[in-house]
Each structure stands twice: as structure tokens, then as C-alpha cells.
């Protein structure tokens, strides 16, 4: 690793000890190395198949106008929607492990991630909030309660006409938690990321484009939040400084608008499987000394 990422992977180590509120934001650059293709990178499913994109933004006006067929759709065997039933069978990798290393220091407060994989969870982390949703879960659309996914067999239902799927609590139409291109944040999940954005002092963000939205608001409502600070001047006196509350760290392969816009504070650039165990490293160090 270069000696600049060295340099960075130290005071992101020395930052998050130093820190009392820290959390993590997370996107699909985090899982690529579990196998599972990011939507904008390089070997990004939307870089590789555009037409895929254009039409993931049908699916919530099709499940909205005809849920029966937007399910027996999404069911068929060619359906992009084949590819996160898959998400089980993947791993986590170095990536994850570390952040939930830091949850474990007492560093890490939170995980907001924006991956439907449940990877943060298996790889150990407890306080996961899944902003996007999970693909191994149902939601209701009218009440909003949750179910796993396999308590359902949806081939079944679809061979007895019964799609789509129902709530058990209130016969509400359930799609997939996973939110959907146009679909709004679920409200849980989005006040509770609020009030993490308020409430840190240091955010580590990992593997994002940071340019889906709202998502990508949280770090920019984070780095809105200024405190005011007393300091001692050398002649004795006292002087009140306006300073950034946050300190918005990115570890990110490319650069992303938090980069350029300077909302982030600095960017470690490299891949988050290398890049999160070395800080993790430099953490314990310090911890121990
Ligand atoms: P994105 O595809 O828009 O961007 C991923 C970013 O991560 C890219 O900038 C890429 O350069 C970078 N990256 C790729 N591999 C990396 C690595 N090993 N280390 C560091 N950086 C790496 O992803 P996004 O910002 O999360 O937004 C896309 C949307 O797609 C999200 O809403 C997410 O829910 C969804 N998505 C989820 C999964 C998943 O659950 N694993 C997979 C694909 C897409
Ligand atoms: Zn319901």
C-alpha cells in the first residue's frame, strides 16, 4: 500500500479512538469482493446491461398498478429478482469482519447500510440498519411488518393463482423489503438513520458511489452540523471557534461527490477488503497501548 493510504489508514485509526459517536455508512462496493457485482463499478450490473437499469425503474409503478403481475414477473426464472434470492449463499469477506470488529472495540456505534445482502449481520455486526431494505425479507405495503422471505413459497402461491403474496396481520399486498427505484425509504429505517447522522461525530463510509439518494444526503446532513469550541488563546484569553462537528472519512475505490464536493474529510482510495482490516489493525494498537 502506498505511504499516503498509510498515512490515512493511521489518522482514520487515530479519528475513530478518539471518537465517541461513530458510525458506518456502507454500499455494494463493500460486497464485491464476496462476489456480488456493485450497480456502478466497473463490472457494476448497470455498467454491464444499461437496459437493466431502465426498466428497475418500472418495477414500483408495475407493482403499484398490478401486483399479481409484476409478482408472476419478478418470478420468472431470467428475472434480475433470481439473482437476490441468491444472497444467502455468499459470504462475508475481510470488509465486513473489520466493521464488525469496531462494533465490538465500542468504536462503532452503527452500521447504515444500503446492501440488501444481510452480509453486515453474518459477519458478526448487531446494530445493522438496512436503509435499502433486505432481500431475504417480505414487507407489508399497508402496515409495514416484516417477514422472512422463506416462510413463503411463492412458486406455490403463483401455481394456485394466489399471487401476490399477503400480510398475515392485515391481508395487505407484501413485496420485497428490498426498496425498489422510486419506492420510498420505509419510515423506520429512515428516522433512525436521521438521528444516527445527527448524533455521530465520526462517519466511516464504504464502498458508495454516494450518488443514490436519500441515502446520499445522510453524510451531507452530518457535515451541516457545526459545534462551537472554546480554545485558549497564548495570551491567556478565551476564544470560541466555530468547527465541524463530524468527521466524514470515505474508504472507496473511486472518487465519489463527498470527495470532490469536500464533504468528506479524506478519502483512503482502495478496496474496503484491504482498507478496513489495516484500520481496524491500527486501532488495536493504539487501544492497547
Ligand atoms: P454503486 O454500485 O452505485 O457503487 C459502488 C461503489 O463502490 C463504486 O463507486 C465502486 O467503485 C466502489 N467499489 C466497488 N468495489 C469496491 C471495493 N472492494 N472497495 C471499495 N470500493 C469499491 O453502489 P451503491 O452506492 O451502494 O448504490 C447502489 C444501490 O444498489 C444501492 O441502493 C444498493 O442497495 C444496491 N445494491 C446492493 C447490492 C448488495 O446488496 N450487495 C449489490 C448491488 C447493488
Ligand atoms: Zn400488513
Known amino acids: 500500500m502506498q505511504n499516503r493510504a498509510e498515512d490515512l489508514i493511521k489518522r482514520a485509526a487515530i479519528d475513530s479512538v478518539d471518537s465517541k459517536y461513530a458510525i458506518a455508512l456502507t454500499g455494494a462496493g463493500i460486497s464485491t469482493e464476496s462476489g456480488i457485482p456493485d450497480f456502478r463499478g466497473p463490472d457494476g450490473i448497470w455498467t454491464r446491461h444499461p437496459e437493466a437499469e431502465r426498466e428497475a425503474y418500472e418495477h414500483y409503478g408495475e407493482l403499484l398498478r398490478d401486483p399479481e403481475a409484476h409478482w408472476e414477473k419478478i418470478l420468472e426464472p431470467d428475472s434480475i429478482f433470481s439473482e437476490f434470492d441468491k444472497f444467502g449463499e455468499y459470504a462475508p469477506n475481510p470488509g465486513h469482519y473489520a466493521l464488525a470488529r469496531l462494533e465490538k472495540l465500542g468504536i462503532l456505534k452503527s452500521t447504515i447500510t444500503q446492501n440488501a445482502d444481510g452480509l453486515h449481520q453474518k459477519a458478526g455486526s448487531r446494530n445493522v440498519i438496512e436503509y435499502h431494505g ?90 451541516q452540523r457545526r459545534i462551537e469550541k472554546e480554545r485558549q488563546t497564548e495570551t491567556g484569553l478565551y476564544a470560541v471557534e466555530d468547527i465541524q462537528a463530524v468527521t466524514i472519512i470515505e474508504a472507496n475505490a473511486d472518487l465519489t461527490p463527498l470527495t470532490y464536493e469536500k464533504i468528506s474529510g479524506y478519502l483512503i482510495q482502495g478496496r474496503t477488503g484491504n482498507v478496513l482490516p489495516h484500520i481496524v489493525e491500527e486501532v488495536e494498537r493504539i487501544m492497547v497501548r
Open 134 to 223: 433486505s432481500m431475504a425479507k417480505l414487507r407489508c405495503m399497508s402496515c409495514g411488518s416484516r417477514f422472512d422471505r422463506k416462510a413463503f413459497d411463492l412458486e406455490e402461491l403463483k401455481g394456485e393463482g394466489q399471487l401476490p403474496p399477503r400480510c398475515e396481520k392485515c391481508n395487505g399486498v407484501l413485496k420485497y423489503d428490498g426498496v425498489y427505484f422510486r419506492e420510498p425509504i420505509p419510515s423506520d429505517v429512515a428516522h433512525l438513520s436521521l438521528e444516527e447522522a445527527w448524533k455521530c461525530d465520526l462517519m466511516l463510509i464504504c464502498g458508495t458511489s454516494a450518488v443514490v439518494y436519500p441515502f446520499a444526503s445522510l453524510p451531507r446532513t452530518a457535515r
